[in-house]
Nanobody, 125 residues
Framework: QVTLVESGGGLAQVGESLRLSCAAS????????VAWFRQAPGSAREFVAG????????RYLDALKGRFTISRDNTKNTVDLEMNNMKPEDTATYYC??????????????????WGQGVQVTVAS
C-alpha cells in the first residue's frame, strides 16, 4: 500500500509557474499508474494529467496540453506536475492518485485506489 504526499502548492500570479510534487512511499514506476486531479470549490474533481505504470507514457486533459507537464523521478520516488502560464481557472486543490488496477492513465477517479491529502493552488489575477 503506497502513501502519497503532495507539496509545492501555494499562491501564484497569472502567467507564473508552480511545480507540484507527489512523494510516494515506494517506487511508482513498474508498480503504479499515477495521476494528478484537481477540484475547485463547487466543482467535480477533474483529471489533470497522468503517467503510465511503465514506459512513462503521459496523458493530459486536452485543455491543459502545452501548459502542464507530468514527470517521474525514480531517484526520489516522486511524480511532479509542472504548471506554466498559470490562469485563475487553475485555482483548485490538487490531488495525487495512484492505481494498481490500470497501466495507462485514466481520467476516471474511481480507477485510482490511493490518494494524497491534496494541496491548494491559488492563482491571483
Amino acid at each position: 500500500q503506497v502513501t502519497l504526499v503532495e507539496s509545492g502548492g501555494g499562491l501564484a500570479q497569472v502567467g507564473e509557474s508552480l511545480r507540484l510534487s507527489c512523494a510516494a512511499s515506494e517506487r511508482t514506476e513498474g508498480n503504479y499508474c499515477v495521476a494528478w486531479f484537481r477540484q475547485a470549490p463547487g466543482s467535480a474533481r477533474e483529471f489533470v494529467a497522468g503517467i503510465s505504470r511503465g514506459e512513462s507514457k503521459t496523458r493530459y486533459l486536452d485543455a491543459l496540453k502545452g501548459r502542464f507537464t507530468i514527470s517521474r523521478d525514480n531517484t526520489k520516488n516522486t511524480v511532479d506536475l509542472e504548471m506554466n502560464n498559470m490562469k485563475p481557472e487553475d485555482t483548485a486543490t490538487y490531488y495525487c492518485a495512484a492505481s494498481t488496477y490500470i497501466y495507462y492513465a485514466s481520467a476516471l477517479d474511481r480507477a485510482y485506489e490511493y490518494w494524497g491529502q491534496g494541496v491548494q493552488v491559488t492563482v491571483a489575477s
